[in-house]
């Protein structure tokens, strides 16, 4: 409870008082990777990137009408500075076919440069009520955390291989949210000897309500990049992808576009909380810039400005780092391997080696 009035109160803090961008040639020449950028932090934090240098910015988005109305958002936050430095590229990730086909064309775009020097994992969802992917996975499932995981596990090992030669490491962040911390494992318990927590909760007769669904989708990622952290370690046990993830904050953006469904008043409380506690995405993005330059020995951290640390780790003992979450981990780890090694031939290898 305390921990609940201490973020709220740093919320209200934080949406006044902005987060320190870092000198304007941070990101000087370099290659950036952003899903999801066509609303909310994920636009603004292209805006941040090609204002802090980035000459090779893409974008991604699933509708071609969004990314022009992108690409002139960018252009005119940029002043023009974005003329000829992003380009947008197709990604839906409710369908694994489109997250191998923009892993191989990115790949492919950025071989032998280098790879991508920054990448940040944003693009993500929350619905209201429980709708099945293609795939077969509740939606929120698939997109926050399955194509999420899936992605950055394509371009992983290639990151790596990519910097093999370069004495600085590149940067894969995946946005979280603090709100990975809300699951009740322990309940989680009753259930996980006859099913796992992705199956579990892709069942509509278990749909949780949207809001623990979106935490729990949060959680699985968690789980599923702290397992990543350990494979981007090079042999001299120095990571060659410096892996984190992060929370912007309560952000005032569309995440909550689908909740406007359930009548005027829902939408009125939602306007009324946003307009009070939420901060605008260029502000919430401040912290996604500041992942992607974090220090080899932020390796693994997840990143906030609310709340303190040691309050973090508290309630990250009960849901992660003890011996239930390490538990929890593995079970929901070794799901994601099984549906991708079923689902994804390429997967097999990248986990092999
Ligand atoms: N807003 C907050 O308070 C908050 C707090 C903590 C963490 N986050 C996280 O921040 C990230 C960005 O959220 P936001 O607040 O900026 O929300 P947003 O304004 O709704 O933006 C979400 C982005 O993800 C894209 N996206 C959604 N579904 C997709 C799919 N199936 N395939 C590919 N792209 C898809 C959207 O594309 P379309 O334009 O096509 O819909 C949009 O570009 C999310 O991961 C969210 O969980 C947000």
Same mark, same amino acid.
Request: proline residues 4%; charged residues 20%; hydrophobic residues 40%.
């Given at each position: 409870?305390?921990?609940?009035?201490q973020?709220?109160?740093?919320?209200? @803090?934080?949406?006044?008082?902005?987060?320190?961008?870092?000198?304007?040639?941070?990101?000087? !020449?370099?290659?950036?990777?952003?899903?999801?950028?066509?609303?909310?932090?994920?636009?603004?934090?292209?805006?941040?990137?090609?204002?802090?240098?980035?000459?090779?910015?893409?974008?991604? %988005?699933?509708?071609?009408?969004?990314?022009?109305?992108?690409?002139? /958002?960018?252009?005119?936050?940029?002043? =023009?500075? %974005?003329?000829?430095?992003?380009?947008?590229?197709?990604?839906?990730?409710?369908? @694994?076919?489109?997250v191998?086909?923009?892993?191989?064309?990115?790949r492919?775009?950025?071989?032998?440069?280098?790879?991508?020097d920054?990448?940040?994992?944003?693009?993500?969802l929350?619905?209201?009520?429980?709708?099945? *992917?293609?795939?077969?996975?509740?939606?929120?499932?698939?997109?926050n955390?399955?194509? /999420?995981?899936?992605?950055?596990?394509?371009?992983?090992?290639?990151?790596?291989?990519?910097r093999?030669?370069?004495?600085?490491?590149?940067?894969?962040?995946?946005? &979280?949210? &603090?709100?990975?911390? #809300?699951?009740? +494992?322990?309940?989680?318990?009753?259930?996980?000897?006859?099913?796992?927590?992705? #199956?579990?909760?892709?069942?509509?007769?278990?749909?949780?309500?949207?809001?623990?669904? @979106?935490a729990?989708?949060?959680?699985?990622?968690?789980?599923?990049?702290?397992?990543?952290?350990?494979?981007?370690? &090079?042999?001299?046990?120095?990571?060659?992808?410096?892996?984190? /993830?992060?929370?912007?904050?309560?952000?005032?953006?569309?995440?909550?576009? !689908?909740l406007?469904?359930?009548?005027?008043v829902? *939408?009125?409380?939602?306007? +009324?909380?946003?307009?009070?506690?939420?901060?605008?995405? *260029?502000?919430g993005?401040?912290?996604?810039?500041?992942?992607?330059? /974090?220090? #080899?020995?932020?390796?693994?951290?997840?990143?906030?400005?609310?709340?303190?640390?040691?309050? @973090?780790?508290?309630?990250?003992?009960?849901?992660?780092?003890?011996?239930? =979450?390490?538990?929890?981990?593995?079970?929901?780890?070794?799901?994601?391997?099984?549906?991708?090694?079923?689902?994804?031939?390429?997967?097999?290898?990248?986990?092999?080696?």
């Amino acid at each position: 409870m305390a921990f609940a009035i201490q973020k709220l109160l740093a919320q209200v @803090y934080m949406k006044w008082f902005h987060i320190p961008l870092p000198p304007p040639d941070s990101f000087k !020449d370099q290659s950036v990777l952003v899903t999801g950028g066509t609303a909310g932090l994920g636009l603004a934090a292209a805006v941040h990137f090609v204002n802090l240098g980035a000459t090779d910015v893409i974008i991604t %988005s699933r509708d071609s009408a969004r990314s022009q109305a992108a690409i002139a /958002t960018i252009e005119r936050d940029t002043k =023009g500075r %974005s003329k000829g430095r992003v380009r947008v590229m197709d990604l839906d990730m409710s369908r @694994y076919a489109s997250v191998v086909t923009f892993a191989e064309e990115a790949r492919k775009i950025r071989q032998g440069k280098g790879g991508i020097d920054t990448v940040v994992l944003n693009a993500g969802l929350s619905t209201i009520a429980p709708t099945l *992917s293609e795939e077969g996975w509740d939606l929120n499932i698939q997109v926050n955390t399955l194509s /999420t995981i899936l992605l950055a596990l394509l371009l992983l090992p290639w990151l790596r291989a990519e910097r093999a030669n370069r004495s600085a490491p590149a940067h894969l962040a995946v946005v &979280g949210s &603090g709100r990975h911390l #809300e699951p009740n +494992i322990q309940e989680w318990k009753k259930w996980t000897s006859e099913t796992g927590p992705l #199956e579990h909760f892709s069942k509509p007769d278990n749909w949780p309500g949207a809001s623990t669904m @979106y935490a729990t989708t949060k959680l699985m990622a968690q789980y599923a990049v702290n397992e990543l952290v350990k494979m981007a370690l &090079g042999s001299s046990g120095r990571p060659k992808v410096v892996v984190n /993830t992060m929370c912007p904050g309560f952000v005032a953006s569309d995440l909550s576009r !689908d909740l406007k469904q359930l009548g005027i008043v829902v *939408s009125l409380i939602v306007t +009324i909380f946003t307009v009070i506690f939420g901060k605008s995405p *260029s502000n919430g993005a401040r912290t996604y810039v500041a992942a992607c330059l /974090t220090k #080899e020995s932020e390796h693994g951290r997840f990143l906030k400005f609310y709340g303190s640390d040691a309050d @973090y780790q508290e309630t990250a003992d009960t849901v992660i780092t003890g011996e239930d =979450g390490r538990d929890m981990q593995a079970l929901v780890w070794s799901e994601m391997k099984t549906e991708f090694v079923a689902k994804v031939p390429e997967v097999r290898e990248i986990l092999k080696s």
